[in-house]
């Protein structure tokens, strides 16, 4: 069974400019979420899917961030424009929503904002 | 408000010695607490979890943990490191009510010498 994979795994852009980060969950897991872990700090939560609606967008840090899951399936974040405090490691998970507490999470995609 | 704190931001331990990772935690509710594990070039990976019941716990990979409510702590540990236990290790408190939203610790690097 594949994972929970996340595209691209590096990106260098420069201030200003637009990145989009691709989230594939686990098939079948409708609950997905976007975490970020600025360099030294904590991970923190961004926001929460179940299926193709928003749960809790509670964690975006501004309006520059827009998330979207259509069709409940894969999700996109895209940063626009981006800003220097943006850079980062965006992690995706994925669960099936029995409350096991067990989150599935890819190998996240480290956004470097020059 | 709702923190996890992991004191040591860099462990060393030599193959063969035990191995124990500090984590409190503030928190408002009955927690539900959780070890999260990433080694290099993967994702994180839910190591243990406690809910209720027995405040022992134990994970995959050798690994236990104990929640003690006084002391607003979860520690992890390990009688015996191997160098593959090398990762970065984060602990994460959620709510009882909604176990996937959590919130991390800074983590802890863990560095094992032969």
């Known amino acids: 069974e594949a994972g929970v994979t996340q595209f691209p795994s590096h990106s260098v852009i420069e201030k200003g400019q637009t990145v989009t980060l691709r989230c594939d969950p686990i098939?079948?897991?409708?609950?997905l979420y976007w975490y970020r872990r600025v360099m030294g700090k904590e991970i923190k939560f961004l926001l929460h899917?179940?299926?193709?609606?928003?749960?809790?967008e509670s964690g975006m840090p501004n309006n520059r961030f827009l998330a979207e899951r259509t069709g409940g399936t894969y999700s996109t974040l895209k940063v626009q424009p981006a800003e220097l405090e943006d850079s980062g490691v965006y992690f995706c998970?994925?669960?099936?929503?029995?409350?096991?507490?067990?989150?599935?999470f890819g190998e996240g995609s480290r956004l470097t904002v020059l | 408000a709702q923190s996890v704190t992991q004191p040591d931001i860099h462990i060393t331990v030599s193959e063969g010695a035990s191995l124990e990772l500090r984590c409190n935690y503030s928190?408002?509710?009955?927690?539900?607490l959780f070890w999260y594990v990433q080694s290099p070039g993967q994702g994180l990976q839910l190591l243990l979890k406690?809910?209720?019941?027995?405040?022992l716990v134990q994970g995959i990979k050798g690994f236990e943990a104990e929640f003690k409510r006084s002391q607003s702590s979860f520690n992890l540990r390990k009688p015996s490191v191997h160098w593959s236990d090398a990762a970065e290790y984060f602990c994460?408190?959620?709510?009882?009510?909604?176990?996937?939203?959590?919130?991390f610790g800074t983590g802890t690097r863990l560095q094992v010498f032969p």
């Open positions: 998970a994925s669960s099936s929503g029995q409350n096991t507490g067990e989150l599935f």
């Open positions: 098939s079948g897991h409708d609950n």
């Open positions: 899917f179940v299926k193709e609606s928003k749960q809790d």
């Open positions: 928190y408002g509710a009955t927690p539900y």
């Open positions: 406690y809910f209720s019941g027995d405040t």
């Open positions: 994460a408190v959620g709510p009882s009510y909604n176990t996937d939203k959590l919130i």
